[in-house]
Nanobody, 124 residues
Framework: VQLQASGGGLVQAGGSLRLSCAASGRTFSSYVMGWFRQAPGKEREFVAAISRSGEGTYYADSVKGRFTISRDNAKNTGALQMNSLKPEDTAVYSC??????????????????WGQGTLVTVSS
């Protein structure tokens, strides 16, 4: 599966952005989808994951209550709605797909496919 993230940009603190992840190739619905981010000088970290059906969602504590992950298997797309953004949310955000295992997967090594990231900058 090939993935492409989009929707990043510059936003003021407290604002919102919606990231999209377009998938092509094999059946998107057979993959767990996740979002990760990497801030300058830091390691890539888990943000959110969603099960194949979309019924199960998991979030990092730092974004819980502010971000919402979703997917539309009919359109082969995923999304990350980000509200109440903070300067510390500034990072390159990437979507990833996991072909096997549960959606409760927060490790970078648990995802086999990665898309190019999209930069989110939150100004104070």
């Amino acid at each position: 599966v090939q993935l492409q993230a989009s929707g990043g940009g510059l936003v003021q603190a407290g604002g919102s952005l919606r990231l999209s992840c377009a998938a092509s190739g094999r059946t998107f619905s057979s993959y767990v989808m996740g979002w990760f981010r990497q801030a300058p000088g830091k390691e890539r970290e888990f943000v959110a994951a969603i099960s194949r059906s979309g019924e199960g969602t998991y979030y990092a504590d730092s974004v819980k209550g502010r971000f919402t992950i979703s997917r539309d298997n009919a359109k082969n797309t995923g999304a990350l709605q980000m509200n109440s953004l903070k300067p510390e949310d500034t990072a390159v955000y990437s979507c990833a797909a996991r072909p096997f295992g549960s959606a409760r997967a927060m490790g970078v090594s648990e995802y086999a496919y990665w898309g190019q990231g999209t930069l989110v900058t939150v100004s104070s």
